[in-house]
């Protein structure tokens, strides 16, 4: 199981967006993702294996963690960067996705 | 380019029967596990099912175990979902996911939605 805080974290584009994801067992081998999603659209992958930027994911976005705690930090929000954002970790069978937190504009 | 294309969805009664379809392509389909993720309106994002690259395996949520059956045609690049007697919750969009990265990009069709109502 995977639970992510807070459920919604309300700021101001230029701030930082820290984001928590943790898993309920040690995530095999760092297999942790991070996605955004804009309503109406597929899931963009962000993040995988805890820390890799996904090809033309800008370098605000930066992922960390391992273990059971990981962690997705947007620095200076953009106006496109308010969304929802999921983990994933798929190092261990099933896949298992958070429940989501939406960062909105304050 | 990884495209991943989803069909099938549609309005279906309860208890009924669909057929989801994924066309894969921009990858090498046949040495991949794959998956199903569905997203009810409003709610997050579930695993639904996966198989594995030869079809060795098959593993299911336990919410549609014993009704959904999940298959691929590795020649035709195709994975399939077959979805028996459906429930209102069963209605959300419908995505076929490929494995989490390939060549640095996320593999996720566009989804298709399966909408269970009388």
């Known amino acids: 199981v995977l639970t992510q805080s807070p459920g919604t974290l309300s700021l101001s584009p230029g701030e930082r967006a820290t984001l928590s994801c943790r898993a309920s067992q040690n995530v095999g081998s760092s297999y942790l993702a991070w996605y955004q999603q804009i309503p109406g659209q597929a899931p963009r992958l962000l993040i995988f294996d805890t820390s890799t930027r996904a090809t033309g994911i800008p370098d605000r976005f930066s992922g960390s963690g391992s273990g059971t705690g990981f962690t997705l930090t947007i620095n200076s929000l953009e106006p496109e960067d308010f969304a929802v954002y999921y983990c994933?970790?798929?190092?261990?069978?099933?896949?298992?996705f958070g429940q989501g937190t939406k960062v909105e504009i304050k | 380019e990884v495209q991943l294309v989803e069909s099938g969805g549609g309005l279906v009664k309860p208890g009924g029967s669909l057929r989801l379809s994924c066309a894969a392509s921009?990858?090498?389909?046949?040495?991949?596990?794959l998956n199903w993720v569905r997203q009810a309106p409003g709610k997050g994002l579930q695993w639904v099912s996966s198989i594995t690259s030869s079809s060795s395996y098959t593993y299911y949520a336990d919410s549609v175990k014993g009704r959904f059956i999940i298959s691929r045609d590795n020649a035709k690049k195709s994975l399939f979902l077959q979805m028996n007697n459906l429930r209102a919750e069963d209605t959300a969009v419908y995505y076929c996911?490929?494995?989490?990265?390939?060549?640095?990009?996320?593999?996720w069709g566009q989804g298709t939605l399966v909408t269970v109502s009388s």
């Open positions: 921009g990858f090498q389909f046949n040495t991949y596990t």
């Open positions: 996911v490929g494995p989490v990265v390939v060549a640095g990009s996320g593999t």
């Open positions: 994933l970790q798929y190092g261990n069978s099933p896949w298992a």
